[in-house]
């Protein structure tokens, strides 16, 4: 359970999750994820990160394997132990979605959500897992979250860094240490404390809102190794890896970021 509270259902979801009742009336209701409003489906998008960069996006997708709404406020900081937050859990859509951020047309995830009527949630949760949120791996095989594709030009030489980039988050994410065991995997795949002030209602549907722009804050492209393929350049997704840090790490912190999400909740689901 994710709480104390009184359990609607027992809706377990990789040995953790159920919602708790807030005092509203249990419904099911549509969720649906996309890219930013701005995009154009079946059409490249055009990030400009600042003066130093123009990124433009062939291919972004993202595999969300779960979203949840909480009652319990934001937080400054990370989580000091476990993965839930404190508060009640309010609603989780637990059947997951590949979304493709280059289109900013709602994608639905295949079953609905389970939740409670209640005036405002604080608190949303975006689970990067094609799996249990805590096996290592996974999946089987090994997948990865999220994919990117694209070219990135310098504005103050107008050189071009073709690039392709992949996030797993599997076992080469996971940390160790004296405390507690170290640092647990589903902390590296939950996204937690992204802003989610909707009222869960008996009509309309939850919307996610990702912006793959986000995915390249603060990103020197310049420092990007280069990949097999000549001319190209590639994200190193292993954090053992040579290469890895500045860019695959700066690029894995974005995608872990609250910068990318956002919720709302909309009448045309």
């Known amino acids: 359970m994710r709480s104390g509270h009184l359990v609607l259902a027992a809706l377990a979801v990789a040995g953790l999750g159920c919602v708790g009742n807030a005092g509203g009336e249990a419904i099911d209701f549509p969720v649906a994820a996309a890219g930013p409003a701005s995009a154009v489906a079946g059409q490249p998008l055009s990030c400009t990160e600042g003066a130093a960069w123009t990124v433009t996006l062939s291919e972004a997708s993202l595999h969300v394997g779960a979203v949840y709404l909480n009652q319990a406020k934001a937080t400054s900081g990370a989580q000091a132990t476990g993965c839930t937050l404190p508060g009640t859990y309010v609603a989780q859509e637990t059947s997951a979605l590949d979304v493709d ?101 008996e009509t309309g549907g939850l919307l996610l809102r990702v912006d793959p722009c986000a995915f390249f804050i603060g990103i020197d492209f310049g420092a990007l190794p280069p990949s097999s393929t000549s001319g190209t350049f590639q994200f190193v997704d292993d954090p053992s890896a040579a290469g ?19 919720f709302t909740w909309t009448a045309d689901l």
């Open 244 to 262: 890895y840090s500045p860019t695959g790490s700066d690029l894995y912190g974005n995608l872990h970021s609250t910068a990318p999400y956002s």
């Open 101 to 201: 951020l280059l289109s900013p047309d709602p994608q639905a995830f295949p079953a609905p959500a389970h939740g409670i009527t209640i005036p405002s949630p604080q608190i949303g949760e975006v689970w990067l897992t094609r799996g249990p949120v805590s096996a290592v791996p996974s999946s089987s095989p090994v997948k990865p979250v999220l994919v990117l594709a694209g070219t990135a030009i310098a504005s103050a030489t107008g050189t071009s860094y073709p690039f392709t980039g992949t996030v797993t988050i599997e076992s080469s994410y996971q940390t160790t240490g004296a405390a507690a065991g170290g640092d647990p995997i589903c902390k590296k795949r939950i996204v937690s404390l992204i802003p989610a002030p909707v009222a869960i209602q």
